[in-house]
């Protein structure tokens, strides 16, 4: 607890507790002006009223006034009956008085009304005495609440005189001693006070300061010299090229294989900053054009840097790394700088290169003979060349569905040739999306009628043309849907959908099968890469390639998936200006 919330509390708590004590005082007090009042008010008036009714009665005949005496008497006491009973003694006395008046000499009624009288008196002098009592009564009461209240002040009052001198005078004590052991160069004097108050946090600075001070003093500079002679050994003798730069992006280091192929000299470029190199050197200047855009990744890549080197054109993979420090003390880190690494992936780019030249090469070799044993199959099913029976028209059958297996990766394996080494084909003309659309359906329908599957097609009466490869997005299309009908259930529904939206056409394709499980959503447009646990065959390269065909003509391509209730994949591209 902090120490003005410990002091706020036992102080505002003493100061409640004293208010209520006044307030209890006050109470009764009032309580007890209250009864006594009531006393001489209700009661002590009668009595007198009827003291001197006693005298005035006594002095009637000798003296005429009395009389009158008598009267305002009675008249005072009839305004100030408060007892119970008093109202009728009062009636019966005046009843009495009448008729004394009437006559004067009779001695009975004379004593009729004395009785009277002094019934009154005896009526207000029981009830003096029973309000004396309820008086007495709140005065104990109000003795009690008034010693608990008191008994509670001091035990406050006590609790604070001994607690809070102590809590705040012992962290003083303790942090002056420690600050004069600091002053002494004591470095290793920490302050232990476990409290969250403010001498806690206090401490905790105190042992950061202390903390500090003992790594200065520990170091030396004979120490931080060798260390750096040894980092800049580990850096030279590094085979990749490596830039190191502060902050500021002034250079820090660069190792000699850096040196060596941006044709820069060490001696002139440390603590230059590299924007200033980079207006003259055409490879520094190609390595950091994209280190700002890329400074929020944490370890970052980028697509590999051709750089003449070793006398010929070679590859580095750019890698920038933001260098973060947490000082001592610290909770957050601090930008410190960056390292940029350059890795010489020339060999695996030959290799990427020849692998693909390879598949091209034998994609294009099987084709030939595959199509060729394609037309011979279809011959041999030609009733003309002469009858089979149903076990060789079964055996011809599973041969088909094999071949056009074979022709189907070997087309993925050609469109990926075209990927890997950039040079896909393009024609991309005005088209009408429909048409697009509906070659699709026409060419999967089979396909989707084997397992009664329904294709439902919506489009709007006026579309704009799209801006498309007509065969390629077509391809991606059959893709899609082939995809859907494989993975929906038998008698299900396929929603394909065309939509103008934002100077885009929306392809969609919306299936109602398993759908795909979250963790595998952002894969699924890998290239070979296959849901685990998936029944359904494939090479795990449609959706790669139907993803570089559509961002190749500057469209893009993404699935949105419910988990157990199917997906729907949208393909978007760009509208002309004309609508037909």
């Given at each position: 607890?902090?120490?003005k919330t410990r002091l706020t509390?036992?102080?505002?708590?003493?100061?409640?507790?004293?208010?209520?004590?006044?307030?209890?005082?006050?109470?009764?007090?009032?309580?007890?002006?209250?009864?006594?009042?009531?006393?001489?008010?209700?009661?002590?008036?009668?009595?007198?009223?009827?003291?001197?009714?006693?005298?005035?009665?006594?002095?009637?005949?000798?003296?005429?006034?009395?009389?009158?005496?008598?009267?305002?008497?009675?008249?005072?006491?009839?305004?100030?009956?408060?007892?119970?009973?008093?109202?009728?003694?009062?009636?019966?006395?005046?009843?009495?008085?009448?008729?004394?008046?009437?006559?004067?000499?009779?001695?009975?009624?004379?004593?009729?009304?004395?009785?009277?009288?002094?019934?009154?008196?005896?009526?207000?002098?029981?009830?003096?005495?029973?309000?004396?009592?309820?008086?007495?009564?709140?005065?104990?009461?109000?003795?009690?609440?008034?010693?608990?209240?008191?008994?509670?002040?001091?035990?406050?009052?006590?609790?604070?005189?001994?607690?809070?001198?102590?809590?705040?005078?012992?962290?003083?004590?303790?942090?002056?001693?420690?600050?004069?052991?600091?002053?002494?160069?004591?470095?290793?004097?920490?302050?232990?006070?476990?409290?969250?108050?403010?001498?806690?946090?206090?401490?905790?600075?105190?042992?950061?300061?202390?903390?500090?001070?003992?790594?200065?003093?520990?170091?030396?500079?004979?120490?931080?010299?060798?260390?750096?002679?040894?980092?800049?050994?580990?850096?030279?003798?590094?085979?990749?090229?490596?830039?190191?730069?502060?902050?500021?992006?002034k250079i820090l280091f660069m190792?000699?294989?850096?040196?060596?192929?941006?044709?820069?000299?060490?001696?002139?470029?440390?603590?230059?900053?590299?924007?200033?190199?980079?207006?003259?050197?055409?490879?520094?200047?190609?390595?950091?054009?994209?280190?700002?855009?890329?400074?929020?990744?944490?370890?970052?890549?980028?697509?590999?840097?051709?750089?003449?080197?070793?006398?010929?054109?070679?590859?580095?993979?750019?890698?920038?790394?933001?260098?973060?420090?947490?000082?001592?003390?610290?909770?957050?880190?601090?930008?410190?700088?960056?390292?940029?690494?350059?890795?010489?992936?020339?060999?695996?780019?030959?290799?990427?290169?020849?692998?693909?030249?390879?598949?091209?090469?034998?994609?294009?070799?099987?084709?030939?003979?595959?199509?060729?044993?394609?037309?011979?199959?279809?011959?041999?099913?030609?009733?003309?060349?002469?009858?089979?029976?149903?076990?060789?028209?079964?055996?011809?059958?599973?041969?088909?569905?094999?071949?056009?297996?074979?022709?189907?990766?070997?087309?993925?394996?050609?469109?990926?040739?075209?990927?890997?080494?950039?040079?896909?084909?393009?024609?991309?003309?005005?088209?009408?999306?429909?048409?697009?659309?509906?070659?699709?359906?026409?060419?999967?329908?089979?396909?989707?009628?084997?397992?009664?599957?329904?294709?439902?097609?919506?489009?709007?009466?006026?579309?704009?043309?799209?801006?498309?490869?007509?065969?390629?997005?077509?391809?991606?299309?059959?893709?899609?849907?082939?995809?859907?009908?494989?993975?929906?259930?038998?008698?299900?529904?396929?929603?394909?959908?065309?939509?103008?939206?934002?100077?885009?056409?929306?392809?969609s394709v919306k299936d109602t099968?398993?759908?795909?499980?979250?963790?595998?959503?952002?894969?699924?447009?890998?290239?070979?890469?296959?849901?685990?646990?998936?029944?359904?065959?494939?090479?795990?390269?449609?959706?790669?390639?139907?993803?570089?065909?559509?961002?190749?003509?500057?469209?893009?391509?993404?699935?949105?998936?419910?988990?157990?209730?199917?997906?729907?994949?949208?393909?978007?591209?760009?509208?002309?200006?004309?609508?037909?």
């Amino acid at each position: 607890m902090k120490i003005k919330t410990r002091l706020t509390f036992g102080v505002g708590l003493l100061f409640l507790m004293i208010l209520l004590l006044t307030i209890i005082g006050m109470w009764y007090i009032n309580a007890l002006k209250r009864d006594t009042n009531n006393i001489l008010t209700a009661n002590y008036n009668s009595v007198q009223y009827a003291r001197n009714m006693i005298l005035a009665l006594d002095e009637i005949q000798s003296d005429p006034r009395a009389v009158k005496d008598f009267e305002d008497n009675l008249e005072l006491q009839e305004n100030n009956e408060t007892e119970v009973g008093e109202k009728e003694a009062t009636q019966e006395l005046a009843r009495h008085f009448n008729a004394l008046l009437v006559q004067p000499h009779d001695t009975a009624i004379r004593q009729i009304i004395r009785k009277n009288i002094l019934t009154m008196m005896d009526l207000n002098m029981q009830a003096i005495v029973r309000k004396s009592r309820v008086a007495s009564g709140t005065a104990q009461i109000a003795m009690v609440w008034i010693a608990v209240a008191g008994a509670l002040c001091f035990i406050i009052a006590f609790i604070s005189l001994i607690n809070l001198p102590g809590n705040i005078a012992d962290p003083i004590r303790e942090l002056t001693e420690s600050i004069k052991q600091i002053a002494a160069q004591n470095y290793t004097r920490r302050v232990h006070i476990e409290s969250n108050s403010e001498f806690g946090d206090l401490a905790k600075s105190f042992n950061i300061m202390a903390e500090k001070l003992e790594e200065y003093s520990g170091s030396s500079i004979a120490r931080l010299l060798i260390e750096k002679k040894r980092i800049e050994a580990l850096i030279n003798n590094m085979q990749d090229p490596v830039i190191g730069l502060d902050e500021n992006n002034k250079i820090l280091f660069m190792n000699e294989e850096a040196l060596r192929i941006s044709g820069l000299e060490n001696e002139n470029i440390i603590g230059t900053s590299i924007d200033q190199i980079a207006i003259n050197n055409d490879l520094i200047r190609t390595l950091i054009r994209d280190t700002e855009t890329m400074k929020d990744n944490g370890k970052k890549q980028s697509e590999p840097v051709k750089i003449f080197a070793n006398g010929k054109e070679s590859y580095f993979e750019k890698e920038v790394l933001d260098i973060a420090i947490t000082s001592t003390g610290d909770e957050k880190k601090q930008k410190a700088g960056n390292v940029i690494i350059l890795r010489n992936v020339t060999a695996y780019k030959e290799m990427d290169a020849a692998k693909t030249n390879f598949m091209a090469t034998v994609s294009h070799e099987f084709k030939t003979p595959i199509s060729s044993i394609k037309m011979s199959l279809q011959l041999l099913k030609n009733n003309r060349i002469g009858g089979i029976n149903n076990e060789q028209k079964d055996l011809l059958n599973s041969i088909e569905d094999d071949i056009n297996r074979l022709l189907k990766i070997t087309g993925e394996l050609l469109n990926m040739t075209q990927v890997e080494s950039g040079n896909i084909q393009l024609s991309v003309v005005p088209a009408d999306a429909r048409e697009i659309l509906l070659y699709a359906i026409h060419s999967i329908r089979k396909q989707a009628e084997q397992k009664h599957i329904k294709l439902e097609a919506t489009y709007p009466d006026y579309l704009p043309e799209v801006l498309a490869d007509k065969e390629k997005t077509a391809w991606v299309l059959i893709n899609l849907i082939s995809n859907a009908i494989r993975y929906s259930y038998e008698y299900s529904v396929i929603y394909l959908n065309l939509a103008n939206e934002e100077g885009y056409i929306n392809f969609s394709v919306k299936d109602t099968g398993q759908g795909i499980d979250p963790q595998y959503k952002d894969k699924i447009f890998d290239r070979y890469f296959r849901i685990p646990g998936s029944k359904e065959k494939g090479t795990g390269l449609g959706l790669a390639i139907s993803k570089e065909f559509i961002e190749a003509q500057g469209g893009k391509i993404d699935v949105d998936s419910d988990f157990g209730a199917g997906s729907t994949f949208t393909v978007r591209l760009h509208a002309t200006e004309s609508a037909h």
